[in-house]
């Protein structure tokens, strides 16, 4: 597809030329107010909370970023963060991976630890789901790329935090936004904050609706959000966070080559004929406790819980699910000098438990006259408890103005208890299983000859525990041979700033390499189980730079452009006797673009545009089959005014996919063929769409 690629070389040719032209009308023209790009914080997870002092790459979406597509779909945001790639089918099933890794996960997310504030959103099976969370409760969002284990825990290709929104500045707020779009898309979402000097509450309610555009495609999600802030002194607060979610979603599963290529619109005739679809009540909840001990010293301390009540209707059974998860996290932090030399520490420890049960029933589809799925005998039921702890700590040591070194390590050990309550094994019915200790070093020098400047070197090591599912063998029983996934990582960065601050690159170079890699061996319709096959190798570059550009006081410009060049590829894998080894690692494309800008007026006018590009990705291990390469274009502009003193509305209007592109939102990696028929590898992407949202903002 040469025109798309020429296409995205001119859009980043443009970006620059811009930028470039601007260093010489900066040192000119005095009378042009200039609009500097933002100090970045970061979560206070983090031993130090400056994004240009950190030793790693890490993307950040802040609010405004989060909501500069229709504010019901996450996928197309975090995509211009380089080196992540999130695919999504009908909002309904997504998997997001960073730098390859995850990318080769059947179904879901997993590989990568995720925070809402405090509070864990990955499962006790390793399952990280992000998209309960509604775009509009969303301060920031963090994604750390590589494996931090020493403070984040198992995660080999990252980890993302979630920041809760919060009113700063007035005292109440209310607003009432609605979205409505191509294919029956509804949105409509109140919210309600209170800022007080020593408390504060975030209250909203969203609804999303979508008929979908594919056959059984209809979705349905509510949920309510509560957080805010208790006994807020100088010393000490208290935070609590909590999220309830409902959500239906019908499934249409994915389709062959032929199929995709002429009735994309279709679904898998058998997730039509049994009307299958997710359906699951989510809450979590939590509570944080900041406390200032002394002028060198705090302690945070958060407690939490996760409960999820599910039901999945599939062709080949009916799926239910249970899962509570508990778990605590308290960390130290603080600083002390020696001689003269700062220092600046984390450490503490985090404990996490989840208990699951799950059972699964036939489904009788065929015989309910068309009415889709209908709950037979029951076929299997187990128990699973998990639980483990991670001890962490980290220092950064200051040794002059211009170099530092950073240090963690973290110590993780698992243990789970496995029971078959139905079709039981017949050696044991509860079984007993923990990995050994795993030690997760991390080591980082940062070299900032000013304060505009800032170079790093990091070796990290991170792990990846095995799913629930990757666990188990064909028979139901604890597989002894699974080893985590453990893998290490070299990373050369730099952060820059240009022309007064204006304009930020960051760029990042690095190469790992993952052994004991699980595998989704396919042993049934859609069921698989995991064994340690091989190793894979991740090396690559990411570029990312953002741009302001005060043109006169009437217009601002702000742009963005960002690029990853990767190489993933098996470089030992025998997988059955197969031997993959070499081949380019499936799931994941090799190369990923994205550019973008926003023009504002100051008279509440503006004009958006976004490009993303993506390379061809592997369907398979053996590489006989590719996804093709596309591009995606959206537009968006918007008008802000005020109505009366204090209450601001807001129009909005956008076109998705303007080009009306045919592309994979999603794929399935190593589809099996049955019988004659083709592999189902793809998930169709929306065609062109349109979108509309109306919001009113009342300050008091």
Do not use: C
């Amino acid at each position: 597809m040469p025109s798309k690629k020429y296409l995205l070389l001119f859009f980043i040719l443009f970006i620059s030329k811009n930028i470039l032209a601007q260093e010489k009308e900066v040192k000119s023209i005095d009378s042009v107010k200039t609009q500097k790009l933002n100090e970045v914080l970061i979560s206070p997870l983090h031993i130090n909370r400056d994004l240009q002092n950190s030793p790693a790459s890490i993307g950040i979406l802040s609010e405004k970023e989060l909501l500069q597509n229709n504010t019901t779909d996450i996928s197309n945001v975090i995509n211009t963060i380089p080196g992540v790639f999130m695919q999504s089918s009908n909002i309904t099933t997504t998997r997001i991976s960073i730098r390859g890794i995850g990318a080769r996960t059947p179904y879901g997310t997993n590989k990568i630890r995720a925070f809402y504030g405090s509070i864990p959103l990955t499962s006790g099976n390793s399952e990280t789901v992000i998209d309960d969370i509604d775009l509009q409760n969303i301060k920031q969002l963090e994604v750390i790329k590589g494996p931090l284990s020493s403070i984040y825990g198992a995660g080999l290709g990252g980890a993302i935090l979630i920041s809760p929104q919060s009113l700063q500045t007035a005292r109440y707020q209310t607003e009432v936004s609605s979205v409505f779009g191509s294919f029956g898309l509804l949105k409509n979402r109140v919210s309600f904050d209170l800022n007080q000097k020593n408390a504060s509450l975030n209250l909203n309610y969203h609804n999303l609706k979508t008929d979908g555009w594919r056959e059984n495609s209809a979705y349905n999600r509510e949920g309510i959000t509560l957080s805010g802030e208790l006994f807020r002194k100088e010393k000490s607060k208290l935070t609590y966070i909590s999220n309830y979610t409902y959500l239906k979603a019908y499934i249409p599963s994915s389709i062959n080559k032929t199929t995709f290529e002429n009735n994309p619109q279709l679904g898998a005739p058998t997730w039509v004929a049994s009307k299958g679809f997710k359906e699951y009540k989510s809450t979590l909840a939590g509570l944080a406790y900041d406390f200032k001990i002394n002028e060198h010293l705090n302690n945070s301390t958060s407690v939490f819980i996760n409960y999820k009540d599910s039901n999945e209707p599939r062709p080949f059974d009916i799926l239910r699910q249970y899962t509570f998860a508990s778990g605590l996290r308290t960390q130290f932090s603080g600083d002390f000098t020696i001689g003269k030399i700062k220092n600046q520490f984390i450490g503490g420890i985090e404990y996490f438990r989840d208990n699951y049960s799950g059972n699964t029933f036939e489904n009788l589809y065929q015989q309910n006259n068309g009415n889709g799925s209908l709950q037979g005998d029951p076929l299997t039921a187990s128990d699973q408890k998990r639980h483990f702890y991670n001890i962490f700590s980290q220092i950064r040591t200051l040794l002059t103005d211009q170099f530092e070194v950073q240090a963690g390590l973290n110590y993780n050990k698992t243990k789970f208890e496995l029971q078959n309550v139905f079709a039981a094994s017949a050696n044991d019915p509860k079984e007993n299983y923990s990995y050994d200790g795993i030690f997760s070093p991390q080591l980082s020098v940062l070299y900032k000859p000013n304060e505009v400047r800032t170079f790093y070197f990091s070796i990290s090591r991170g792990f990846s525990l095995p799913a629930t599912e990757e666990t188990l063998t064909s028979s139901g029983n604890i597989n002894p041979n699974i080893k985590p996934e453990t893998g290490y990582n070299f990373e050369l960065g730099g952060k820059l700033h240009f022309f007064n601050k204006k304009l930020y690159t960051e760029i990042a170079v690095f190469r790992m390499e993952i052994k004991d890699l699980l595998v989704a061996k396919r042993i049934g319709d859609d069921q698989y189980e995991g064994v340690n096959a091989g190793r894979t190798f991740h090396e690559g570059i990411e570029i990312s730079l953002k741009h302001n550009w005060s043109i006169n006081s009437f217009l601002n410009l702000n742009s963005y452009a960002a690029a990853s060049i990767g190489n993933y590829e098996f470089k030992e894998f025998d997988n059955n006797g197969n031997n993959f080894s070499g081949n380019k690692l499936t799931g994941v494309p090799a190369n990923t673009a994205s550019a973008g800008f926003n023009l504002n007026t100051n008279s509440g006018f503006y004009i958006a545009a976004d490009f993303q590009f993506t390379d061809k990705i592997p369907l398979n291990d053996a590489n006989t089959a590719f996804s093709d390469s596309y591009a995606l274009l959206n537009l968006k502009t918007g008008y802000q005014f005020e109505i009366l003193s204090g209450l601001k509305a807001r129009l909005d209007a956008g076109i998705n996919n303007v080009m009306n592109e045919k592309y994979a939102s999603m794929i399935l990696t190593n589809a099996a063929a049955v019988g004659t028929a083709q592999p189902r590898y793809y998930y169709p992407g929306l065609p062109i769409n349109y979108y509309g949202i109306v919001s009113l903002n009342y300050l008091f």
